[in-house]
């Protein structure tokens, strides 16, 4: 169980672009996700399409890992998503004046850079960048507690800086929908397949997603993971459990269980959202 202690010692997180390629296209997708959600509130949007991968306020973002593709390969997926974008942009589809391309692939070679400002050029009145792992080091030092959530790096104390225990994490809305739903569950457990049914991910977000919000959550200690023996399905395993044919007799069935901390998330958060 989580101690809440009155106060706590904020964490900084220096990450560079190693620590960013540490991750899996799944994680780098959701990450930039939930922090474009978080900075963007109300404005964010899910399409994936058209060129799409959400909007936030008048820009549109396209979230790509490149997967050490070679550089034909990268300038075919810009240049159909750019194509794509501005053809949605012209017929009305979304309203949006700039489009940002996010990536793990730099451009950072001179004739990269001078392609990519050729298409940004064209592009015009749509403004048209790129970001890549800088901008997302930058993004997860404003967001130290789900670089936590994904082990890419130890956190550094800086003295004489002071938060309350109960903010140091903020979840994404969907997984505090996760916790709310097992509070509600009989035993405080779902299996993993009633949990998602009975989540927002039964209509809209990816299977990736979901097992990456499963696996923030085990790693905070507010949730566990078990199959129908009680033994402990560790994650990034759980595809493997999603994926594993049921026996034609015992089945094996994962579930996922309330603990203790990520009750007390939850206490501690509706005392916050019912302070006047």
């Given amino acids: 169980m989580v101690s809440v202690a009155p106060e706590m010692v904020l964490e900084l ?19 930039w ?12 949007r ?20 490149h997967q050490g593709a070679s550089w034909p390969v990268v300038q075919a997926k810009f240049r159909d998503d750019l194509h794509a974008v501005e053809r949605a942009r012209a017929r009305a589809l979304f309203h949006f004046s700039k489009f940002v391309f996010v990536s793990t692939f730099g451009f950072q070679d001179p004739a990269h850079r001078a392609w990519f400002e050729a298409r940004k050029a ?12 800088e901008q997302l080091c930058s993004q997860l030092a404003r967001h130290p507690d789900l670089a936590s959530q994904f082990g890419l790096t130890d956190a550094v104390p800086v003295e004489g800086r002071h938060v309350r225990a109960d903010d140091v994490v903020e979840l994404p809305p969907e997984a ?4 709310e739903k097992l ?7 779902l299996t993993l397949a009633d ?24 790693r905070l200690g507010f949730i566990r993971v078990v199959d129908a023996a009680g033994e ?3 994650l990034p395993e759980i595809r493997v459990i999603f994926q594993r044919p049921s026996p034609p007799s015992a089945s094996v069935v994962a579930v996922a269980r309330l603990l203790a901390a990520g009750k007390a998330y939850l206490e501690r958060r509706n005392r916050r959202v019912r302070r006047p």
């Avoid at 509070?183 to 457990?189: I, K, N, Q, R, V």
């Fill in 183 to 189: 509070l509600a569950a009989p035993d405080e457990t």
């Fill in 232 to 234: 402990a399905a560790l």
């Fill in 13 to 31: 997180v220096l990450l560079t672009p190693g620590d960013i390629r540490r991750l899996v296209p799944a994680a780098f997708e959701f990450l």
């Fill in 195 to 218: 949990l998602r049914a009975h989540s927002d991910f039964a209509y809209s977000g990816s299977a990736d997603d979901f097992e990456l919000l499963l696996r923030s959550l085990q």
């Fill in 176 to 179: 505090v929908t996760i916790l």
């Fill in 122 to 133: 064209r592009a015009l009145p749509l403004r048209v960048t790129a970001w890549g792992e």
């Fill in 46 to 65: 899910h399409v994936d399409g058209h060129g799409i991968d959400c909007l936030a306020g008048e820009t549109a973002y396209q979230i790509y890992h």
């Fill in 33 to 44: 996700r939930t922090i474009l959600s978080r900075e963007h509130g109300a404005s964010y």
